[in-house]
């Protein structure tokens, strides 16, 4: 059983930098896509973030430049490091792994980033 454990959140000051970690358990980490998405009140969860199995990243426009994605496989995390936060980051974000045998999508509970102006 896949389960992803996310911590990092918090409430910044806009300009401010938070890091998101999550942690994988119940899998062999390395083999599979991961990505950060987020959900703010009233919108639908958007990708922010993708790294595949072989380090290729990929970003949203709305933090190309300030937010980078990494992955430690010896440490199953996946980080998600928020530079030059603005108001409108503020959402929950979510920990994804796609499977790479099923092409199952698994989510972590989420972590609430919260930026004041």
């Known amino acids: 059983q896949v389960q992803l454990r996310e911590s990092g959140g918090g409430l910044v000051q806009a300009g401010g930098s938070l890091r998101l970690s999550c942690v994988a358990f119940?899998?062999?980490?390395?083999?599979?896509?991961l990505g950060w998405y987020r959900q703010a009140p009233g919108k639908q969860r958007e990708l922010v973030a993708g790294?595949?199995?072989?380090?290729?990243?990929n970003y949203a426009d709305s933090v190309k430049g300030r937010f980078t994605i990494s992955r430690d496989n010896a440490k199953n995390t996946v980080y998600l490091q928020m530079n030059s936060l603005k108001p409108e980051d503020t959402a929950v974000y979510y920990c994804?792994?796609?499977?790479?045998?099923?092409?199952?999508?698994?989510w972590g509970q989420g972590t609430q980033v919260t930026v004041s102006s």
């Open positions: 994804n792994l796609n499977s790479y045998m099923t092409h199952l999508d698994y």
């Open positions: 119940g899998t062999i980490f390395s083999i599979h896509a």
């Open positions: 790294i595949t199995n072989g380090g290729r990243t």
